[in-house]
């Protein structure tokens, strides 16, 4: 977590299963600008703190000699695992249940270490400072996360000529919220602030040089099942299963009664967002 704050082992409780079928993909051509971007070439090593369901590790795997994953809850790693066998990269994917600020001994050095919308539920300047040790001469950081939207072309946002209705979000967050209260739920705790930003100067501290910004655009048009939008929704640290209770049930049902009548069809469309990588120099 952040600094003054402890690790809630809660936090994704009961979210992995529902990850890698409700989370947006990133970007398509991620990892060709990166192999191309760092020349990358099937040798060295990756480090990927914060793996979750080995979400980039995976799909990144072929462009090293070996890949390690990096995540504090068993689930996560557990769907990392079958990932990795599906894509059959088992055998240079290796999986550490661990905090990044508890990281074992004996991991070895790296040349790429991956961030992927985890850093900010970390002691940051801790394991910036951790991570520019474990990396290489040479060796890089790269921060990855979605476009914001106030960076995407207005194309790329279009909802036009898209062939079902966009999935409702709003009317989703509130139900959330009607559920749980208004203000967003972590683990066993609150973030009436939300997540903290300011990465860049973060990385600055610990001594990497950078940023140098990637941008791999979006704007596909995706189709996503009801079933897709459920799992997106348990997938999220603030609506996690957990967090509902006895009255999970009761949310799912509302939750499927609120898709069908914005989609009878149970069907929804909607843009794939960009995906932008910073890369930081050790």
Known sequence: ???????????FLGAAPYYRRGRIPYAPGLADTLAEALELDGRGRLIDMGCGPGTLAVGLAHLFAEVVGVDPDRGMIAEAGRAAAE??????ARWVEAR?????????TFTVATFGQSFHWMDRDLVAAEVRGLLRPGGVLVHVSDVKTSDVRAEERSVEDLPYP???YEAVDELVKRYLGPVRRAGRGLLPQGTPGGENEVYARAGFSGPRRLVVPG??????????????VFSRSFSAPHLFGAHRDAFEQDLARLLRDASPSDRFSERQPGTEAFVWHR
């Open 166 to 168: 966009t999935v409702p």
């Open 1 to 11: 977590m952040t600094a003054g704050r402890e690790w809630d082992d809660a936090l």
């Open 219 to 232: 704007g596909q048009a995706l189709v996503r099942t009801r079933d897709d939008v459920v799992a997106g």
């Open 100 to 108: 990044a600020e508890e990281l074992p001994d004996g991991l070895g």
């Open 87 to 92: 894509a059959g990269v088992a055998a240079k």
